[in-house]
């Protein structure tokens, strides 16, 4: 099993790049690369993100995953009521709330500048979530498995379950313990849990549930 993260602008080696991103250049690059079965995770914002991706490669004829993992994401049609509270919090606000999940060490919030960039990010991320329609992403034509911390404060299961509305194919919900970021919490079981379907399949992801 291959691993390739997918490094967003204004992130980490790239935060000196403004934050927006397209998801139609994720699956432009992905059309380059993928010449075998594959899966996309995609955690919190990115779980969404990895379902736009899937919506542009149908849209541009690519190959598209035999599974998308979605974790701790919520589903466009539930209520984004936390997005839009955090959408209208200023930047200190913002970088409070986000850091009393655990998501920013508290070294990087000592730091003025690293600050600005990482609110940057985050107020970015919020807009963008804000600004998906809730009738956008119809079913798409691949399993889902929907991965949900069993203490998330924000994306718990019942939420998380939602998006079996979203596959015309399998869908798959599973519970981890941990809270919103129970991918860094916990992050043995969730790849424990993704590395056994594979494994099963004997590495071939078609037929995952």
């Known amino acids: 099993m291959w691993l390739q993260p997918i490094q967003l602008p204004g992130r980490d080696n790239r935060i000196v790049e403004p934050p927006e991103f397209d998801p139609g250049e994720i699956a432009e690059a992905l059309m380059h690369r993928v010449d075998r079965p594959y899966a996309l995770y995609g955690h919190s914002m990115g779980g969404v993100l990895a379902c ?6 149908i849209r541009r004829g690519g190959r598209l995953p035999d599974v998308v993992y979605l974790g701790a994401c919520l589903p466009p049609h ?4 936390w997005v839009r509270h955090w959408a209208g919090l200023d930047d ?3 970088l409070d709330e986000v850091a ?3 998501g920013i060490p508290s070294a990087v919030l000592e730091q003025a500048s690293v600050r600005r960039r990482v609110a940057a990010v985050m107020r970015s ?3 963008w979530l804000d600004s998906i329609p809730p009738d956008r992403l119809g079913r798409l034509p691949v399993a889902i498995v929907a991965f949900a911390g069993a203490d998330d404060p924000l994306v718990g299961p019942a939420a998380m379950a939602h ?5 015309s194919e399998d869908f798959t919900l599973r519970s981890i313990r941990g809270g919103h970021l129970f991918h860094m919490e916990n992050a ?7 590395a056994n379907d594979v494994t099963s399949t004997g590495g071939n992801l078609h037929g995952i549930r």
């Open 52 to 57: 736009e991706v899937v919506r542009e490669l």
């Open 100 to 102: 009393g999940l655990g």
């Open 125 to 127: 991320d919020v807009v």
């Open 188 to 194: 043995h079981a969730l790849t424990s849990a993704i």
């Open 78 to 81: 539930v209520d984004h009521g």
């Open 163 to 167: 998006w079996d509305r979203y596959t």
């Open 92 to 94: 200190d606000e913002l």
